[in-house]
């Protein structure tokens, strides 16, 4: 990362899970000690690069689907991790010019590094905890952006792994859920070892637990599947992301991918496409 001065509250010693995947994404926003322990992971786990990247693709097809076929023009991302190509509003705005969108991370480097979205009126970014859905749903500019009585998508993508089972993220989903409208949308990715080549996750996960401050915990296909609870999972269900409506030619490592993702409905109000 070029020098200058760092913003209140970054840690340039300790290793920041959007910083690490910043790094896997070829970004530039990271420290050297990101560096050295995304190498240590991809040492263990030479597929993490790919997870990083084929996770990616997936939060943009599943954004470009309910922007385009569901009609979803509100989108909260939470856990949005460090700018990139191909964000949220980037491919929400390509079908709608109006979507609106409100990033949330608790890294503050995030929200130092939000004028690199090069965003519109209708984009913001805030600093707030996915382990307290509360101070997200009341936040300001949240609300001055989001109309929670009209459909929204919240979009939960490689940030539940990194919420262990003492927070309860079966209810913090169920509290941003159930904070929703009829026709709203919940996306989900998260890490499992229930897949070929999950053992890798195995190894990944018992890093993040000794090494960076967040941890990580996997889950289960029941496990993830838990999180759409009340909602109706859209075809092709919970997948591994690369099989999740791909609309460009299969990786040959998709198969190897540890990472579990899907898009649920709220029942209320009909999915608009092919889906229906």
Same mark, same amino acid.
């Given at each position: 990362?070029?020098?200058?001065t760092?913003a209140?509250?970054?840690?340039?010693t300790?290793?920041?899970t959007?910083r690490?995947y910043d790094?896997?994404l070829?970004g530039?926003?990271?420290?050297?000690v990101?560096r050295?322990?995304a190498?240590?992971?991809?040492?263990?786990? /030479?597929?993490v690069k790919?997870m990083?990247?084929?996770?990616?693709?997936?939060?943009?097809r +599943?954004?470009?689907y309910l922007?385009?076929e569901a009609g979803?023009?509100?989108?909260?991302d939470?856990?949005?991790?460090?700018?990139?190509q191909g964000?949220?509003?980037q491919a929400?705005?390509?079908v709608?010019?109006?979507?609106?969108?409100?990033?949330?991370d608790?890294?503050?480097?995030?929200?130092?590094? +939000?004028?690199?979205?090069k965003?519109?009126?209708?984009?913001?970014?805030?600093?707030? =905890?996915?382990r =307290?859905?509360?101070a997200?749903?009341?936040?300001?500019q949240?609300?001055?952006?989001l109309d929670?009585?009209?459909?929204?998508?919240?979009?939960?993508?490689?940030?539940?792994?990194?919420?262990?089972?003492?927070?309860d993220?079966?209810?913090?989903?169920?509290?941003l859920? =159930?904070?929703?409208? /009829?026709?709203?949308?919940?996306?989900?990715s998260h890490a499992?070892?229930g897949?070929?080549?999950?053992?890798?996750?195995g190894?990944?996960a018992?890093?993040y637990?000794?090494n960076?401050a967040?941890?990580?915990?996997?889950?289960?296909? =029941?496990e993830?599947l838990?999180?759409?609870?009340?909602l109706?999972?859209i075809?092709?269900?919970?997948?591994q992301v690369?099989?999740?409506? +791909?609309?460009e030619?299969?990786?040959?490592?998709?198969a190897k991918?540890?990472v579990?993702g899907?898009?649920?409905?709220?029942?209320?109000?009909?999915?608009?496409?092919p889906a229906?």
């Amino acid at each position: 990362m070029a020098s200058g001065t760092i913003a209140t509250g970054i840690d340039p010693t300790v290793p920041s899970t959007a910083r690490m995947y910043d790094f896997w994404l070829g970004g530039k926003d990271h420290f050297a000690v990101d560096r050295a322990a995304a190498l240590e992971v991809s040492e263990a786990a /030479p597929a993490v690069k790919v997870m990083a990247l084929e996770n990616r693709k997936f939060l943009r097809r +599943s954004v470009r689907y309910l922007a385009a076929e569901a009609g979803i023009a509100q989108f909260l991302d939470i856990g949005t991790g460090l700018p990139t190509q191909g964000n949220v509003h980037q491919a929400a705005q390509q079908v709608n010019p109006s979507a609106r969108v409100v990033y949330v991370d608790n890294d503050p480097m995030v929200l130092a590094h +939000s004028r690199a979205l090069k965003t519109s009126g209708n984009t913001a970014v805030i600093q707030a =905890d996915l382990r =307290d859905p509360a101070a997200i749903l009341d936040h300001p500019q949240v609300h001055a952006l989001l109309d929670f009585s009209q459909p929204l998508a919240v979009l939960l993508v490689a940030v539940l792994h990194f919420i262990g089972d003492h927070d309860d993220p079966h209810a913090i989903v169920g509290s941003l859920r =159930d904070a929703t409208a /009829p026709g709203s949308h919940l996306v989900v990715s998260h890490a499992t070892g229930g897949v070929p080549g999950g053992e890798s996750a195995g190894k990944v996960a018992e890093h993040y637990r000794k090494n960076v401050a967040a941890g990580s915990t996997l889950r289960d296909r =029941d496990e993830i599947l838990r999180f759409f609870t009340g909602l109706e999972v859209i075809e092709p269900g919970l997948v591994q992301v690369p099989y999740w409506r +791909s609309d460009e030619p299969e990786s040959p490592d998709a198969a190897k991918v540890w990472v579990l993702g899907g898009v649920g409905h709220l029942p209320g109000k009909p999915v608009k496409g092919p889906a229906a």
